[in-house]
């Protein structure tokens, strides 16, 4: 990721207010670059889903404005803005609306004007990408929670955009689930395919992210590198946040910190390095 290039999505946010008078975003603004991956964390209510929801124009700021590409969004052209940001919603039931795994993938496709049996053959390898091809002939409304979410993710990969947007992808699925779906993620960011991800989940924000973006009460309150923000008790207190568990086991277990391990696979060689090896065994 660099920072010099032009970024794939710019939103500028200033305000936006529901039309019961709710206050979503009081003055937020988000910069995705080719190439990264960024995860918004925040608690209930801090307005991560709005937020996300400004990025491809479902949700249009009072206040402020969308660039895709480097060129504006016009609240009319936000055809423009759902071609390049896919966007996976967090109940993903509100996303499939065809009778079999493969028609759900195929349907945005077919929507664009593509023909149905290039727009199945496509559906086929995007199923394929995200380790799901064995569920095509499965009824969508039947499958668990994991897999929905593997099918709402091909149905965003096939359409072929430059970002996709995930809304707590980790909730309610259990830790195999959950690990099948972080594994996907990363699959889609070694494609090319800029990611961004609102979770509560800070150990998953920290193997994943780039960078991180801290949300509370409408705004974007800090920002960095897991490193960066994970060591930043005063600022994760302001969100009402506590550091990922690798993070408070470190300090806990009285482990040199200095080297700031945020993932698991990062405190275990920290540990490792810093226990002296004991007696040689006898036999």
Request: hydrophobic share 40%; proline share 8%; glycine share 8%.
């Amino acid at each position: 990721m660099s920072d010099d290039t032009t970024p794939v999505v710019d939103l500028r946010c200033g305000a936006h207010t529901y039309p019961d008078g709710t206050v979503g975003i009081h003055d937020a603004s988000l910069t995705v670059h080719p190439d990264e991956t960024i995860a918004l964390v925040g608690g209930n209510g801090a307005g991560k889903s709005t937020l996300l929801e400004h990025l491809n124009g479902t949700l249009v700021p009072d206040d402020g404005e969308l660039r895709i590409d480097g060129e504006p969004v016009d609240p009319d052209d936000a055809a423009r803005a759902r071609e390049a940001v896919g966007f996976v919603f967090q109940a993903p039931d509100t996303q499939l609306v065809a009778p079999t795994v493969l028609d759900d993938v195929a349907f945005g496709l077919q929507n664009r004007g593509v023909d149905p049996e290039t727009a199945r053959r496509r559906a086929r390898t995007a199923l394929a990408d995200v380790d799901a091809a064995h569920l095509v002939d499965r009824v969508p409304h039947y499958l668990s929670g994991g897999e929905k979410r593997l099918v709402g993710l091909a149905g965003v990969l096939v359409t072929d955009p430059s970002v996709i947007v995930l809304d707590e992808p980790l909730a309610g699925l259990d830790p195999e689930r959950s690990r099948l779906v972080a594994d996907r993620i990363r699959q889609v960011r070694e494609a090319g395919i800029s990611v961004v991800v609102s979770t509560h989940d800070l150990s998953f924000a920290a193997e994943i992210a780039d960078r991180v973006c801290v949300m509370a009460d409408g705004d974007i309150v800090g920002r960095g590198t897991p490193r960066e923000v994970f060591y930043d008790d005063p600022l994760l207190e302001r969100a009402n946040l506590h550091p990922p568990a690798p993070v408070r086991i470190a300090r806990a277990a009285g482990v040199d910190t200095t080297s700031q391990p945020v993932t698991e696979s990062e405190l275990a060689a920290v540990a490792g390095d810093t226990v002296a090896p004991g007696p040689p065994r006898r036999d």
